[in-house]
């Protein structure tokens, strides 16, 4: 048998496999895809969810109702509680994934028909934006096509088992998925549980370096690399330390503030209280930011 013959029956195995585990999120046409991971529970992106429910429709025609057991937005992943009906999920795969593994990606499309792709691994450990502008690393990248309305699809192996979860289209005929190991294993244990992962908040609103560079060019002030604050959430922790619109964070404790990241890692080290570095005008101060409690996080 020639290697395309190979290729083909590969196809053909991995789509009657995989298949059935894969679903249509949204109705009329829907929004998305998931894929059953266990008995009455569906994972996909968070992205693809508009509220507490969500209509989901399997292989064999049937559309049943889900109520979201969890979501987590900062990681782009949730989990639909909704009867499986038999559908059999997907094992996981032992393999996080290398260059040039020959990878699938079956997905559900409008009509309810199936798409079986195949493309190659091209990278590992990449990083993009999830739905709320935090950074998503460890990613997986291939080139397996995928049309709009795929995300939330699972990247299989050879054997059909879960890789990765389709989450992102680089363009040029790349895309990223969240990798199937360890830790998206027990993230999605703790949604389906309900246990929705916390993190720090600091309440602002913030604008990037180069705008505050020319908010401040513009008023005669020193320019100076940091993140402007463009408002402050009543209550919040940065309102309660005394932040103001128009301070410009210039550092986070003992490291320089220059991109949103910055502050986004210095909030998931989990840590009571934050020094901020803060220029006002032409003054620099430092305030304390105290957190009592982690909260879900919206615009940090």
């Given at each position: 048998?020639?290697?395309?013959?190979?290729?083909?029956?590969?196809t053909?195995?991995?789509?009657?496999?995989?298949?059935?585990?894969?679903?249509?999120?949204?109705?009329?046409?829907?929004?998305?895809?998931?894929?059953?991971?266990?008995?009455?529970?569906?994972?996909?992106?968070?992205?693809?969810?508009?509220g507490?429910?969500?209509?989901?429709?399997?292989?064999?025609?049937?559309?049943?109702?889900?109520?979201?057991?969890?979501?987590?937005?900062?990681?782009?992943?949730?989990?639909?509680?909704v009867?499986?009906?038999?559908?059999?999920?997907?094992?996981?795969?032992?393999?996080?994934?290398?260059?040039?593994?020959?990878?699938?990606?079956?997905a559900r499309?409008?009509?309810?028909?199936?798409?079986?792709?195949?493309?190659?691994?091209?990278?590992?450990?990449r990083?993009?934006?999830?739905?709320?502008?935090?950074?998503?690393?460890?990613?997986?990248e291939h080139?397996?096509?995928?049309?709009?309305?795929?995300?939330?699809?699972?990247?299989?192996?050879?054997?059909?088992?879960?890789?990765?979860l389709?989450?992102?289209?680089?363009?040029?005929?790349?895309?990223?998925?969240?990798?199937a190991?360890?830790?998206?294993?027990?993230?999605?244990?703790?949604?389906a549980?309900?246990?929705?992962?916390?993190?720090?908040?600091?309440?602002?609103?913030?604008?990037?370096?180069?705008?505050?560079?020319?908010?401040?060019?513009?008023?005669?002030?020193?320019e100076?690399?940091?993140?402007?604050?463009?408002?402050?959430?009543?209550?919040?922790?940065?309102?309660?330390?005394?932040?103001?619109q128009g301070?410009?964070?210039?550092?986070?404790?003992?490291?320089?503030?220059?991109?949103?990241?910055?502050?986004?890692?210095?909030?998931?080290?989990?840590e009571?209280?934050?020094?901020?570095?803060?220029?006002?005008g032409?003054?620099e101060?430092?305030?304390?930011?105290?957190?009592?409690e982690?909260?879900?996080p919206?615009?940090?």
């Amino acid at each position: 048998m020639g290697a395309l013959e190979e290729l083909s029956d590969a196809t053909r195995r991995v789509g009657e496999h995989v298949g059935p585990a894969v679903v249509r999120i949204g109705r009329h046409g829907g929004r998305g895809c998931g894929v059953v991971v266990g008995p009455d529970l569906v994972l996909t992106n968070a992205h693809n969810l508009r509220g507490p429910e969500s209509t989901v429709t399997f292989a064999d025609g049937r559309s049943d109702t889900a109520t979201v057991a969890g979501s987590d937005l900062d990681r782009d992943l949730a989990i639909l509680a909704v009867d499986t009906d038999g559908a059999t999920a997907l094992d996981w795969s032992d393999s996080s994934g290398t260059p040039g593994d020959v990878v699938f990606t079956v997905a559900r499309g409008a009509g309810g028909n199936e798409r079986v792709t195949f493309g190659t691994v091209t990278g590992t450990e990449r990083a993009f934006r999830g739905p709320r502008g935090r950074r998503i690393r460890g990613s997986l990248e291939h080139t397996a096509p995928m049309v709009r309305g795929s995300s939330g699809s699972p990247v299989v192996d050879p054997e059909g088992r879960l890789l990765g979860l389709n989450t992102n289209r680089i363009g040029e005929g790349f895309y990223l998925a969240l990798p199937a190991d360890d830790d998206l294993r027990r993230r999605v244990d703790q949604l389906a549980e309900g246990r929705v992962p916390s993190r720090r908040r600091l309440g602002v609103g913030l604008a990037p370096s180069h705008v505050a560079r020319r908010l401040r060019r513009s008023v005669g002030l020193p320019e100076r690399a940091g993140l402007l604050v463009r408002d402050v959430e009543d209550g919040s922790a940065a309102d309660e330390a005394g932040l103001r619109q128009g301070d410009l964070i210039v550092r986070v404790g003992d490291r320089d503030t220059a991109t949103a990241d910055d502050l986004f890692d210095a909030l998931d080290r989990d840590e009571s209280a934050l020094t901020l570095r803060i220029v006002r005008g032409a003054d620099e101060l430092d305030v304390e930011v105290r957190f009592e409690e982690a909260g879900d996080p919206a615009e940090d």
